[in-house]
Nanobody, 124 residues
Framework: QVQLEESGGGVVQPGDSLRLSCAAS????????MGWFRQAPGKEREFVAA????????YYADSVKGRFTISRDNTKNTVYLQMNLLKPEDTAVYYC?????????????????WGQGTQVTVSS
């Protein structure tokens, strides 16, 4: 069992930066692939970024590539999402997820555990 808690959301202006954090409980954090997803009002939850459990290899949605960076610190049981050059279309609730299923890392079904989400609003 893994419990995830996101933090770091807020209201920012276009072009600003935010860093989201996701703290995980348990001693097996390093055994899980970690992902970030987001859900805007009236839209499906979509993949943002993910990082493998055993390496620093990461994947990004095309919409955030070059602006967002996912990283993990296994000593702190924490995964981060550094978000730069934020745009109004990045406004959403951001969710952290942990999983090891066979589905691709971009797929929601790869993940067994989800946090409650943190709101990010980008507005001028």
């Amino acid at each position: 069992q893994v419990q995830l808690e996101e933090s770091g959301g807020g209201v920012v202006q276009p072009g600003d930066s935010l860093r989201l954090s996701c703290a995980a409980s348990g001693r097996t954090f390093s055994s899980y692939d970690m992902g970030w997803f987001r859900q805007a009002p009236g839209k499906e939850r979509e993949f943002v970024a993910a990082v493998w459990r055993s390496s620093d290899i990461s994947y990004y949605a095309d919409s955030v590539k070059g602006r967002f960076t996912i990283s993990r610190d296994n000593t702190k049981n924490t995964v981060y999402l550094q978000m730069n050059l934020l745009k109004p279309e990045d406004t959403a609730v951001y969710y952290c997820a942990a999983g090891v299923r066979a589905d691709p890392l971009r797929a929601r079904h790869h993940y067994d555990y989800w946090g409650q989400g943190t709101q990010v609003t980008v507005s001028s």
